[in-house]
C-alpha cells in the first residue's frame, strides 16, 4: 500500500544522523531536520542526474515508439516529467535521494 509506505521511512540527516521523515522532505527548497534543526537539501547533483537520466530513458521510449528526427527531442522532454513522476516512488527506495548540509543557513 503505498500511502503506508510512503509514511514510513525517510532520509537521515547528514549533521545528526537522524531520520528525516518522508513527509518533511521538500524536494524544492531548503528545509530544516526536526532533530537538530541544520537546515538541509536535497542534493542538486542528484536532481540535475535523475532529470537527465529521465530525458535519455524517455528519449529511448520515444525511439522505439517509432518517433524520429526533431519530434524526439521535445517528445522525450516533455515525457520525462511524468516518467520522472512514475519512478519517484522506486527511486526513494533504491536510491534515495543524499542530503546536503545548507552551509550558508547553518553557521
Ligand atoms: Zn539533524
Not at 26 to 50: E, G, M
Not at 74 to 84: D, K, N, R, V
Request: aromatic share 10%; proline share 7%; net charge positive.
Amino acid at each position: 500500500m503505498p500511502t503506508r509506505l510512503y509514511r514510513n521511512g525517510g532520509l537521515n540527516c547528514p549533521k545528526c544522523a537522524a531520520l528525516i521523515p518522508w513527509s518533511l522532505v521538500d524536494y524544492r527548497t531548503i528545509f530544516q531536520c526536526n532533530h537538530c534543526r541544520a537546515s538541509v537539501w536535497v542534493s542538486r547533483q542528484y536532481l540535475i542526474r535523475s532529470a537527465i537520466a529521465h530525458v535519455i530513458l524517455a528519449g529511448v521510449l520515444c525511439f522505439a515508439a517509432g518517433m524520429r528526427g526533431f519530434l524526439l527531442v521535445p517528445s522525450a522532454i516533455l515525457l520525462s516529467f511524468p516518467l520522472g513522476f512514475v519512478t519517484s516512488f522506486a527511486r526513494r527506495r533504491i536510491a534515495p535521494p543524499p542530503l546536503e548540509i545548507n552551509e550558508q543557513l547553518d553557521e
